[in-house]
C-alpha cells in the first residue's frame, strides 16, 4: 500500500460502490433510530465515504464530515447531493482540525481513534471532549489488541490476508488495550460500551475485528 494516509484511502475507495458498505454499526443505528435529532450538529471524524455522515442528516442533522481522503469525499459530496443532505465535506488532516468549543450535539469517531498515532490520537480525544456540547453524544469505536491485526501486523499483506486479518490493517496507528477508549473517555458519562471480536463481512476477504464500541454523554457543565 502507499504510505500517507490520503494515499492509502485514496487508492482503498477508488473502486465503484462504498468499500467500507453503507451500513452503520448495530449500536450506533440502536441509539440514535430511537431519537429526534432533527436539527442538530454533528461532526464525523475521518468519515471516509461517510456512512454515519448519511445516516445522521438523513435524520435531518447537519453535519460536517471531515477526512484527509479525496475520493472518499467525493463519494461523500456525491451520494449528500442525490439526497439533498445537509453535509458539509472538508477535506483535511485532522492535524489541522481547529476543534470549535461547545460545537456539536452528536461526534463520531468510527475507526479513526486507531489510525492515528501518539499526540495526534491525543490532541483529537482532547479536541472531540471539548468540542462536544455539554450534554452531547460521543460516538468513539476502535481496533482492538484482540483484533487479529495486532499479533500479525508484521506478516506481509498477503500473509496477513490469509490469516484473517483485513487487508487495510497496516494502515492501524495504535490498537487500543482492554478497556482503554473507555478510560480514555471516562469523563463523559458512559451510555454503552463494550468489546468483542466479531467477523467484518464488509470488506475484502473474510476478517475478523477486535472492536471497542463507546456511546458516551459529556456531562452538563456544574452550576
Ligand atoms: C477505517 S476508515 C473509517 C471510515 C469511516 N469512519 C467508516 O467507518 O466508514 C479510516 C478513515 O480515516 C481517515 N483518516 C486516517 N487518518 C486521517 C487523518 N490524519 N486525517 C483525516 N482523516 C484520516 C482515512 O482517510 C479513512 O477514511
Redesign the pocket.
Known amino acids: 500500500m502507499d504510505s500517507s ?2 494515499q ?2 485514496n487508492t ?2 477508488s473502486g465503484s460502490g462504498c468499500y ?1 458498505g453503507l451500513e ?1 454499526r448495530p449500536e450506533f443505528s440502536g441509539y440514535f433510530d430511537k431519537r429526534d435529532i432533527n436539527g442538530l450538529a454533528a461532526l ?9 455522515a448519511l445516516f445522521l442528516a438523513a435524520k435531518g442533522c447537519h453535519v460536517t464530515a ?4 479525496q475520493a ?1 469525499l467525493s463519494k461523500l459530496k456525491t451520494m449528500a447531493a442525490e439526497k439533498c443532505l445537509p453535509i458539509t465535506p472538508c477535506m ?4 489541522t ?1 481547529e476543534f470549535p468549543e461547545a460545537a456539536f450535539d452528536i461526534i ?5 481513534l486507531d ?2 498515532s501518539g499526540d ?1 490520537r491525543r490532541r483529537t480525544i482532547s479536541g472531540i471532549k471539548s468540542a462536544l456540547k455539554p450534554g452531547g453524544v460521543l460516538y468513539a469505536n476502535a481496533f482492538t489488541v484482540a483484533d487479529p491485526g495486532f499479533k500479525l501486523a508484521r506478516l506481509s499483506s498477503r500473509q496477513a490476508s490469509r490469516a484473517g486479518v483485513s487487508e ?1 490493517a497496516e ?1 492501524m496507528a495504535h490498537y487500543f488495550d482492554r478497556e482503554e477508549l473507555k478510560a480514555v473517555f471516562a469523563d463523559l458519562s458512559i451510555i454503552d460500551y463494550y468489546e468483542a471480536v466479531e467477523p467484518d463481512h464488509s470488506h475484502g476477504r473474510p476478517h475478523y475485528h477486535g472492536w471497542a464500541c463507546l456511546l458516551a454523554k459529556k456531562r452538563a457543565a456544574a452550576r
Open positions: 494516509p490520503e492509502r484511502f482503498v475507495y467500507y452503520v464525523d471524524l475521518g468519515c471516509g465515504e461517510g456512512r454515519y471531515v477526512d484527509c481522503s472518499g483535511m488532516d485532522i492535524a482540525f463520531v469517531a468510527a475507526t479513526i489510525h492515528l495526534l487495510t494502515c
